[in-house]
């Protein structure tokens, strides 16, 4: 049953200073990658404020412009080496990817790099003039009180994570750390760190229970404490962020705030990956979201927010490696949710926890032929009722394709209950949590009438369908055609 991820409830808790808030990253791997403006669309139904970019793309950032979504941009990898080898080329990059975009768009932070030392060891030495570069450019513009910069780090910098007091990080890395830290102190930026007790639950030798990583509750008697401090854990999470906090101390380095810029459960894997499933997905990002918006910090620095970016908005199909890798999306290309979150025990920012509020629409700029196509086979083979859009009846106004398809597309998603794989139409249509009535018009779905399932076996087209089964190969004629089309179809449904 196709559900709503209710992200947009969280535009009703705007954090105020101090407080965590929760984020998403946005990765493009995708097939059918959605436009910047279905993204920025997507984004603004669920109420999502803040983003992170594995890039700086114009076109996203022009997207986001006027919409307050405060936002993180990236300096790719294969970028860093020129960044950090020459104080102009990094001046280049602020004036075109940053100073070019604000204030319009709310850009916060600039991610260098992603996780650079474990992934990309050879570019260490660059990193944190890379780091220093950029901040020069952005003091220079005024612009370094707005924006922070810093590197995400993979976990795995941390050696011996627990106890978290026993924790530090590889020494290796020192000549790079120290400086780094020293950089973030002296800038007011934070520790940017990855955290997936995913990964830590799938160690060969690793003995952390699924629901010590999941966030689920645990007896007394099955809290994992640090003997040297006495202090409990409850879930994984928080010991790998204060395992970090510790690390940092024995450097000296006792006020840098840590920011994780991800963190997330797939929802598929492989045979090799049992636990990656929707329900433990669905488990961890919701008692993560709870957990961060509570504001009760970790053990060690209780009540100091811990803000979390979600890793990540759509599933990435194209990646490659494991199953799992292409499944940690909240959503799927089109826009339907992989899962609901459970957030209707949250507290008081998700009291009013409403879901299914979702609808079926033409995307925007899609092929008209294939519009008519869908709106004839929701017509037809769909078995919708589409007599609103009769010359004369609430929705034939406005008389087009696109406004037709719409309505029909819809009104074929809720007659099936929402199910996955009903709102595609081979790739002109995408799921939206806002209402298209307009009017005296009032869309299926509208007002919490959602439709009734069906037991019928017809599924609308999909991008892998390879007859659409409509009408549109006899009838062409576009707008004009619809109601014909339509009293045809009504005229045989009578007989």
């Excluded at 000296?252 to 894997?269: A, D, H, R």
């Excluded at 609808?359 to 869908?374: E, H, Y």
Aim: with cysteine; net charge negative.
């Amino acid at each position: 049953m196709a559900v709503l991820i209710i992200f947009h409830l969280l535009a009703i808790f705007v954090p105020a200073l101090g407080d965590a808030f929760i984020g998403v990253n946005i990765g493009t791997d995708v097939t059918n990658m959605p436009s910047p403006t279905e993204v920025v669309a997507l984004l603004k139904a669920q109420g999502i404020q803040y983003v992170r970019l594995y890039d700086a793309d114009r076109a996203m950032l022009r997207a986001l412009a006027n919409t307050g979504i405060r936002v993180i941009v990236s300096v790719p990898n294969d970028q860093l080496l020129g960044i950090g080898q020459s104080n102009a080329t990094a001046a280049i990059w602020v004036a075109r990817n940053v100073i070019a975009h604000v204030p319009a768009t709310n850009i916060t932070a600039i991610a260098v790099g992603s996780e650079v030392l474990t992934s990309l060891p050879n570019a260490a030495p660059v990193l944190v003039p890379a780091l220093k570069f950029l901040q020069a450019a952005l003091v220079a513009a005024n612009l370094d009180q707005q924006i922070k910069v810093s590197t995400p780090h993979s976990s795995f910098i941390i050696l011996d994570s627990f106890p978290p007091s026993q924790a530090f990080f590889n020494k290796t890395w020192d000549p790079v750390m120290v400086p780094l830290l020293n950089f973030l102190q002296s800038t007011g930026s934070y520790l940017m760190l990855n955290v997936y007790p995913y990964y830590d639950f799938m160690q060969p030798n690793a003995v952390i229970p699924l629901d010590y990583a999941l966030f689920r509750p645990l007896p007394p008697n099955k809290e994992a404490i640090d003997s040297n401090t006495m202090l409990h854990y409850t879930n994984v999470f928080d010991a790998v962020v204060d395992a970090a906090y510790f690390a940092m101390s024995y450097l000296n380095f006792t006020n840098i705030p840590i920011l994780v810029t991800e963190s997330g459960w797939p929802s598929k894997g492989d045979s090799s990956e049992p636990d990656a499933t929707i329900d433990n997905a669905n488990t961890y990002n919701s008692n993560l979201i709870r957990h961060v918006l509570n504001n009760s910090g970790t053990p060690k620095q209780p009540g100091i927010s811990v803000s979390t970016y979600i890793y990540e908005l759509y599933n990435e199909d194209l990646r490659t490696g494991p199953v799992s890798e292409n499944n940690w999306g909240l959503f799927y290309a089109n826009g339907a949710p992989v899962y609901t979150l459970h957030l209707s025990n949250a507290g008081t920012i998700f009291a009013n926890d409403t879901t299914n509020q979702t609808f079926c629409v033409a995307k925007s700029n899609a092929d008209t032929k294939m519009l008519q196509a869908a709106l004839d086979w929701a017509c037809g083979p769909g078995k919708v009722d589409c007599s609103p859009l009769l010359q004369g009846q609430p929705c034939y106004d406005p008389n087009t394709v696109d406004a037709h398809a719409t309505y029909a597309i819809n009104a074929y998603y809720q007659k099936m209950a929402k199910s996955a794989g009903t709102c595609d139409f081979k790739g002109v249509a995408s799921v939206t949590t806002t209402n298209p009535s307009h009017g005296s018009c009032i869309f299926p779905g509208s007002r919490g009438k959602n439709g009734s399932s069906t037991n019928g076996t017809a599924l609308a087209p999909s991008t892998n369908s390879t007859n659409s089964g409509c009408l549109s190969q006899y009838y062409n004629g576009g707008p004009l055609t619809s109601s014909l089309i339509l009293t045809l179809i009504l005229s045989v449904a009578v007989l």
